[in-house]
């Protein structure tokens, strides 16, 4: 499955590309009224009008070229990291580094030295990862994309000291919709890659990687109707493989170029629903672990078990790890149990459970020493010894995030979305400083001028206020039957403002230090959701945007709207969130065939302007973008529509969360 945008899914769309390129849109089309100092344009077929401000007048030019900025934007640090529907993604590198993926980034982490690289050459979600047998080449694998550059599902094969890619697998059509699992050869030196598409049959290929730049492909054929979930070489005997995956094991002969299949049989045992991990051990049999929680041994070249282990875990079995000195350590995903056993598999009486909140075990690697690092079906990557107990090494949000606040004054900013939690974290020890079950889906959130308070809005019509601090819950209020989609408090701390879904912006006047809420009223005039809200510096007036783009202002103390653009150009917003307006006009993308933009914020100083949009780019603009030709810096690796953009307190760094791909990114500003 492709992300795609969800943010405008509730304005009529066209239902067709074609007739897409018949509605106007876009700022090439832009028109310039020096008489009335007024731009009119069209996005998605709504007429725009753009209100020069007073002093530019006379000296304004539409045909002039805004110039990208001088500074630019550097991955610094990703949070999360992708167990919730992935498997066998998470490994140790000779560096030290742990390797592993999230959204269209691979991250190579350090965690000893708390340092991060990233691998940014995939174009969308990333679904599974190999090591080769050398330990410095990765292959990893991607979902077909909405990227204009690379749009079909392949596999890139890259070093993982220098970060270059080596060869790139499947740019001919090669695989259809994306790749499910990947292996190298063990006894070869690694010469052959296994891939195993999505399509409706599961391909399964093999590849002389090295031959050509794009490699050659030495066979194809069908695997199964149903889902695979694993392929692995035996290291052993040089011709066979075997594929796991819903309701099968398939044994694959290789010998004379051509793959061969024998199915292997569960003989009087139940079949499971589904086989979930594979191992193999030093004398060459293969370990499955299944959905039934029990181990099978299958005998080297057989396709019968030899013996089976039964309810080794309470629900499905989904990592088997086996160590050095041959002990076996396997994970549960329902019980959350880790527990070791000997070569014979016997149970040595060491193990240990999870903490619920970090969900159930995905897969298993040797770390460092006799450490063990486990991926949870949470999103989390935990480390530790089965005596010695697990620590977080990276915490994830699980479901899609929305909700993004910076800290007034510290380096610290906050995350919550629709998997109910809220995290805040510290820019500087990439670590959260707490988090918080907030116990409903959250889609937006702002911080009081202070820090000393956050405001929540829930995906019904509730908001909810909490101490920053204690995490103590101050008060709870509902506007309206349906979400709010936007939050924010006037510069002064007077007023609370809140766009809904029900197309209203409702204010509050705030005093007692940010505990007492008393409504002053609702401003009446969007024909669609509001999706941003910014204040004047002197938090006298708000201007708001709309899913139908419109660009409204109003009287924050009485809640009038204003129509008098005389004093509407000349405002002075203390942030500019709203994607509408003479400052912004530039973002917009010239033609039809361009992207949403979901999001924007500008920089404390007033220098830059970055932008998050449908097709998850980030774009970074001089300020003001008040041209309709702005040239941008374009940056990439998410792998959804992004839903928020913002600058830290010091302008030194920019968060970025994606909506689906539940990742947030980490940019230095240099």
């Given at each position: 499955m492709t992300s795609g945008s969800l943010f405008n899914l509730h304005v009529m769309r066209p239902s067709s590309a074609t007739a897409m390129n018949h509605i106007r849109h876009g700022t090439k089309e832009a028109t310039y009224n020096q008489d009335d100092g007024i731009i009119r344009l069209y996005l998605r077929g709504h007429p725009l009008v753009v209100h020069i401000p007073t002093d530019l007048l006379h000296s304004y030019s539409i045909n002039k070229v805004n110039s990208p900025p001088t500074q630019r934007l550097k991955l610094e640090w990703v949070y999360g990291y992708r167990g919730r529907d992935c498997r066998h993604n998470l490994f140790l590198l000779p560096t030290g580094e742990i390797v592993y993926f999230i959204?269209?980034?691979?991250?190579?982490?350090?965690?000893?030295?708390?340092?991060?690289?990233?691998?940014?050459?995939?174009?969308?979600?990333?679904?599974?990862?190999?090591?080769?047998?050398?330990?410095?080449?990765?292959?990893?694998?991607?979902?077909?994309?909405?990227?204009?550059?690379?749009?079909?599902?392949?596999?890139?094969i890259w070093d993982s000291v220098s970060l270059n890619t080596l060869h790139v697998i499947g740019q001919n059509g090669d695989f259809d919709r994306s790749i499910a699992c990947l292996a190298f050869s063990k006894l070869d030196g690694g010469n052959l890659l296994c891939v195993v598409d999505e399509s409706a049959e599961h391909s399964i290929s093999l590849w002389d990687w090295q031959k050509t730049e794009k490699a050659h492909k030495i066979t194809e054929?069908?695997?199964?109707?149903?889902?695979?979930?694993?392929?692995?070489?035996?290291?052993?005997?040089?011709?066979?493989?075997?594929?796991?995956?819903?309701?099968?094991?398939?044994?694959?002969?290789?010998?004379?170029?051509?793959?061969?299949?024998?199915?292997?049989?569960?003989?009087?045992?139940?079949?499971?629903?589904?086989?979930?991990c594979l191992a193999y051990n030093d004398l060459g049999e293969l370990l499955t672990g299944d959905s039934n929680g029990n181990i099978m041994v299958w005998q080297r070249?057989?396709?019968?078990?030899?013996?089976?282990?039964?309810?080794?875990?309470?629900?499905?079995?989904?990592?088997?790890?086996?160590?050095?000195?041959?002990?076996?350590?396997?994970?549960?995903?329902?019980?959350?149990?880790?527990?070791?056993?000997?070569?014979?598999?016997?149970?040595?009486?060491?193990?240990?459970?999870?903490?619920d909140q970090f969900g159930g075990v995905r897969t298993m690697t040797t770390g460092k020493g006799s450490m063990l690092m486990v991926g949870t079906t949470k999103n989390c990557i935990l480390q530790g010894t089965l005596t010695l107990n697990f620590s977080l090494v990276v915490q994830g949000h699980t479901d899609d995030l929305w909700a993004l606040a910076i800290h007034?004054?510290?380096?610290?900013?906050?995350?919550?979305?629709?998997?109910?939690?809220?995290?805040?974290?510290?820019?500087?020890?990439?670590?959260?400083?707490?988090?918080?079950?907030?116990?409903?889906?959250?889609?937006?959130?702002?911080?009081?001028?202070?820090?000393?308070?956050?405001?929540?809005?829930?995906?019904?019509?509730?908001?909810?206020v909490i101490d920053a601090t204690t995490r103590q819950l101050?008060?709870?209020?509902?506007?309206?039957?349906?979400?709010?989609?936007?939050?924010?408090?006037?510069?002064?701390?007077?007023?609370?403002?809140?766009?809904?879904r029900d197309n209203h912006v409702y204010v509050y006047a705030v005093s007692d230090e940010y505990r007492k809420y008393n409504r002053i009223g609702r401003c009446t005039g969007h024909s669609s959701f509001v999706n941003s809200i910014d204040f004047t510096v002197d938090g006298a007036y708000i201007q708001s945007c709309s899913g139908d783009y419109e660009h409204l202002f109003w009287n924050a103390g009485t809640c009038r709207q204003l129509n008098n653009m005389s004093i509407a150009r000349d405002l002075e917003w203390e942030t500019h969130n709203a994607t509408l307006g003479f400052n912004v006009l530039g973002i917009w993308p010239e033609s039809a065939d361009g992207s949403d933009v979901n999001t924007c914020d500008r920089s404390h100083s007033g220098k830059l302007l970055a932008t998050g949009d449908d097709f998850g780019k980030i774009n970074v603009y001089s300020y003001p973008a008040s041209q309709p030709k702005c040239?941008?810096?374009?940056?990439?690796?998410?792998?959804?529509?992004?839903?928020?953009?913002?600058?830290?307190?010091d302008d030194s760094r920019l968060i970025s969360i994606g909506g689906r791909d539940s990742t947030i990114m980490q940019w230095t500003v240099s």
């Open positions: 959204a269209a980034v691979v991250v190579l982490y350090n965690v000893e030295d708390q340092i991060q690289r990233h691998y940014l050459g995939h174009t969308d979600d990333i679904k599974c990862l190999t090591i080769h047998p050398n330990k410095l080449l990765i292959a990893t694998g991607q979902v077909a994309s909405l990227d204009r550059r690379e749009r079909r599902p392949h596999v890139r054929t069908k695997t199964s109707c149903d889902p695979v979930l694993a392929v692995e070489f035996h290291p052993m005997d040089r011709f066979c493989l075997t594929t796991i995956g819903k309701g099968h094991i398939h044994f694959w002969d290789i010998e004379g170029g051509s793959l061969s299949k024998r199915l292997g049989t569960f003989e009087k045992q139940e079949k499971p629903k589904y086989v979930l070249s057989s396709n019968r078990p030899l013996r089976t282990v039964f309810n080794a875990h309470d629900g499905g079995v989904f990592t088997i790890c086996i160590l050095k000195d041959g002990t076996v350590v396997t994970g549960g995903g329902k019980d959350k149990r880790i527990v070791e056993w000997d070569g014979m598999l016997n149970r040595t009486g060491r193990e240990a459970k999870l903490p007034p004054t510290q380096n610290q900013f906050i995350t919550a979305g629709y998997d109910r939690c809220i995290h805040l974290w510290d820019t500087l020890s990439h670590s959260t400083v707490w988090s918080k079950d907030l116990g409903e889906p959250v889609h937006s959130c702002a911080f009081s001028p202070d820090g000393s308070v956050l405001v929540f809005t829930t995906v019904g019509s509730r908001w909810i101050i008060s709870m209020h509902s506007d309206g039957n349906e979400q709010i989609e936007c939050v924010k408090y006037s510069p002064d701390g007077r007023f609370l403002a809140l766009g809904s040239l941008n810096h374009s940056y990439a690796g998410h792998s959804s529509h992004i839903t928020a953009v913002r600058f830290m307190a």
